[in-house]
């Protein structure tokens, strides 16, 4: 009966839905140290490794991992890492035909180091993730058609999220706004046309000026951010859970599921993702922020971004074991 809650028959018609993310994609440099250098210090790593993230080509392949018809619009440069960045799209099944290649600058970068005690300082270098210019959107733009779900984040010009919302809201179809990394504010023509704008704590305090540390300050801090245009809020509050916002005002408060966390790194895009491909097939906010979180909780279980991210499957296998604990 649970996963039937989770999974209630469509209430649309069967037209198939599709997501586009309009995004970022970058390679990792991760490094292992004891501790940060201060200013002037040269400091040896301990351990260094090379991954594939950037917060768009994160929640595209987590989206398609939940089994949703996944369309990437990106901007990658003309080296190995913008290849390996397209091919492990690919082999997620992402389509990639609009992901653009760039002649002018290289593949975005994001330089992480990662202390003993597990926290993370990242370094970005955008390249050519800040040329995904808005002609870009108008040279994809035969892709918004039929029925999708646009997916946006804050790692790619805002102008251009802007001109794919507009495109989306003309089209009258939803439009997600993951406002990470955090800025300070955000343009009121797209906040106001935003339908499910997904923050996690520290990107709401940013926002909002307001501590979110329980489902309480998470409400009021809600409330807020509501006041500035977007139809729903979701507040993503890491091993506390989520609190919801909807457009008639219900509350929905989701205490997070327990899991074994060992690196919280794309728990935000494996919700994110995970919750645009359930809600674009079902269209219900609750049971799509229930398999989210599952999501979510699923990702801080394994290291890396990509390769941390769940398969539907994994999902459903994880929510029918806790039904049968419920
Ligand atoms: P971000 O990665 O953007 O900071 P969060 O840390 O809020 O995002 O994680 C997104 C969601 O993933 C949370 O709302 C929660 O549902 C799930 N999640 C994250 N960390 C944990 C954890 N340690 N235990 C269980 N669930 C988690």
Same mark, same amino acid.
Request: hydrophobic content about 40%.
């Given at each position: 009966?649970?996963?039937?809650?989770?999974?209630?028959?469509?209430?649309?018609?069967?037209?198939?839905?599709?997501?586009?993310?309009?995004?970022?994609?970058?390679?990792?440099?991760?490094?292992?140290?004891?501790?940060? @250098?201060?200013?002037?210090? #040269?400091?040896?790593? =301990?351990?260094?490794?090379?991954?594939?993230?950037?917060?768009?080509?994160?929640?595209?392949?987590?989206?398609?991992?939940?089994?949703?018809?996944?369309?990437?619009?990106?901007?990658?440069? =003309?080296?190995?890492?913008?290849?390996?960045?397209?091919? =492990?799209?690919?082999?997620?099944?992402?389509?990639?035909?609009?992901?653009?290649?760039?002649?002018?600058?290289?593949?975005?970068?994001?330089?992480?180091?990662?202390?003993?005690?597990?926290?993370?300082?990242?370094?970005?270098?955008?390249?050519?993730?800040?040329?995904?210019? @808005?002609?870009?959107?108008?040279?994809? +733009?035969?892709?918004?058609?039929?029925?999708?779900?646009?997916?946006?984040?804050?790692?790619?010009? %805002?102008?251009?999220?802007?001109?794919?919302?507009? %495109?989306?809201? +003309?089209? *009258?179809?939803?439009?997600?706004?993951?406002? &990470? @990394?955090?800025?300070?504010?955000?343009?009121?023509?797209?906040?106001?046309?935003?339908?499910?704008?997904?923050?996690?704590?520290?990107?709401?305090?940013?926002?909002?000026?307001?501590?979110?540390?329980?489902?309480?300050?998470?409400?009021?801090?809600?409330?807020?951010? *509501?006041?500035?245009?977007?139809?729903?809020?979701?507040?993503?509050?890491?091993?506390?859970?989520?609190?919801?916002?909807?457009?008639?005002?219900?509350?929905?408060?989701?205490?997070?599921? *327990?899991? +074994?966390?060992?690196?919280?790194?794309?728990?935000?895009?494996?919700?994110?993702? &995970?919750?645009?491909?359930?809600?674009?097939?079902?269209? =219900?906010?609750?049971? &799509?922020?229930?398999?989210?979180?599952?999501?979510?909780?699923?990702? #801080?279980?394994?290291?890396?971004?990509?390769?941390?991210?769940?398969? *539907?499957?994994?999902?459903?296998?994880?929510?029918?074991?806790?039904?049968?604990?419920?």
């Amino acid at each position: 009966a649970y996963l039937a809650y989770i999974f209630q028959p469509k209430i649309m018609d069967n037209t198939q839905t599709k997501i586009i993310v309009v995004g970022s994609l970058s390679q990792d440099m991760v490094l292992c140290v004891n501790y940060l @250098p201060t200013p002037g210090e #040269t400091i040896i790593a =301990s351990d260094f490794k090379i991954g594939l993230g950037g917060k768009g080509n994160n929640q595209a392949i987590a989206a398609s991992r939940s089994g949703v018809s996944t369309y990437f619009i990106g901007n990658i440069g =003309s080296d190995e890492a913008g290849k390996l960045l397209k091919q =492990s799209l690919i082999a997620n099944c992402v389509h990639t035909e609009c992901l653009y290649t760039d002649s002018n600058y290289g593949t975005g970068l994001a330089f992480i180091t990662i202390t003993p005690d597990g926290n993370n300082s990242i370094i970005i270098a955008p390249q050519a993730n800040n040329n995904l210019k @808005p002609e870009l959107i108008e040279k994809s +733009s035969y892709i918004f058609s039929g029925r999708y779900i646009l997916l946006l984040q804050l790692e790619t010009p %805002i102008e251009t999220s802007l001109t794919a919302a507009k %495109i989306a809201f +003309s089209q *009258k179809q939803p439009i997600i706004l993951n406002p &990470a @990394p955090a800025a300070k504010q955000l343009p009121k023509e797209l906040l106001e046309i935003v339908d499910f704008f997904i923050p996690n704590q520290s990107e709401t305090q940013i926002l909002t000026g307001i501590e979110v540390t329980d489902f309480n300050s998470a409400k009021i801090a809600a409330q807020k951010l *509501k006041s500035l245009g977007p139809k729903n809020i979701i507040i993503t509050m890491g091993d506390i859970g989520v609190y919801a916002l909807t457009d008639d005002n219900q509350e929905i408060i989701k205490t997070a599921y *327990k899991v +074994s966390a060992i690196d919280t790194v794309a728990a935000g895009d494996a919700f994110c993702g &995970a919750f645009a491909a359930h809600y674009s097939q079902y269209n =219900s906010i609750e049971p &799509a922020i229930d398999y989210a979180s599952c999501a979510g909780a699923l990702a #801080t279980t394994k290291t890396g971004a990509v390769d941390s991210l769940p398969y *539907k499957s994994e999902i459903l296998d994880y929510l029918e074991k806790m039904a049968k604990i419920k």
